[in-house]
T-cell receptor, first 115, second 113 residues
Framework: EAQVTQNPRYLITVTGKKLTVTCSQN?????MSWYRQDPGLGLRQIYY???????DKGDVPEGYKVSRKEKRNFPLILESPSPNQTSLYFC??????????????FGPGTRLTVL | SQKIEQNSEALNIQEGKTATLTCNYT??????LQWYRQDPGRGPVFLLL?????KEKRKERLKVTFDTTLKQSLFHITASQPADSATYLC????????????FGAGTQVVVTP
């Protein structure tokens, strides 16, 4: 089944404890992206990757890191999480890094709480 | 600064009627505009894409229009059904930043029988 998977789905952690949220897609997509979703603010893009080894900042990259060493994986790293990073996170992938080819496929989301 | 606005008030509509949602943007030159559906606690699901040089796109009971002069897109659900109840998001990709998407906050649609 074509899908984007994220792990973990739920995570409660404490301020300053490094964490990684994994994202993997099995559709051989070039493009991958991370978003966070907060009430009233909608989806905001954190980082995106047009293809392997190429990443770029979205609108809210502060406090996050990413890496794209393989086509299928795009982990999101929080080196020192803070309470303002409590949010619902979505990973997405698309055939190419442009909306002209249509849809982004979204993962199921990771709900992160930082105490 | 760039801004995308969707009606924050929920749209309550009776089954069988047409729901019309708006997506307005400012300080933006989008190349493509997409609409997504999101159910509570789940990731968005793609519905339709429209290009800046297209005026209208249809898919089954869905219709999207794109007016780059008014800087507005309208999303219509005709013959609405209770199963159409969800939040609908618009997303824009600018011509000078491929891959950099901005989403509106979404409009909730509630279809009652």
């Amino acid at each position: 089944e074509a899908q984007v998977t994220q792990n973990p789905r739920y995570l409660i952690t404490v301020t300053g404890k490094k964490l990684t949220v994994t994202c993997s897609q099995n559709m051989n997509h070039e493009y991958m992206s991370w978003y966070r979703q907060d009430p009233g603010l909608g989806l905001r893009q954190i980082y995106y990757s047009m293809n392997v080894e190429v990443t770029d900042k979205g609108d809210v990259p502060e406090g996050y890191k990413v890496s794209r060493k393989e086509k299928r994986n795009f982990p999101l790293i929080l080196e020192s999480p803070s309470p303002n990073q409590t949010s619902l996170y979505f990973c997405a992938s698309s055939l190419e890094g442009s909306g002209r080819l249509g849809e982004q496929f979204f993962g199921p989301g990771t709900r992160l709480t930082v105490l | 600064s760039q801004k995308i606005e969707q009606n924050s008030e929920a749209l309550n509509i009776q089954e069988g009627k047409t729901a019309t949602l708006t997506c307005n943007y400012t300080n933006y030159s989008p190349a493509y505009l997409q609409w997504y559906r999101q159910d509570p606690g789940r990731g968005p699901v793609f519905l339709l894409l429209i290009r800046e040089n297209e005026k209208e796109k249809r898919k089954e009971r869905l219709k999207v229009t794109f007016d780059t002069t008014l800087k507005q897109s309208l999303f219509h659900i005709t013959a609405s059904q209770p199963a159409d109840s969800a939040t609908y998001l618009c997303a824009l990709e600018p011509t000078d930043s491929w891959g950099k998407f901005q989403f509106g906050a979404g409009t909730q649609v509630v279809v009652t029988p």
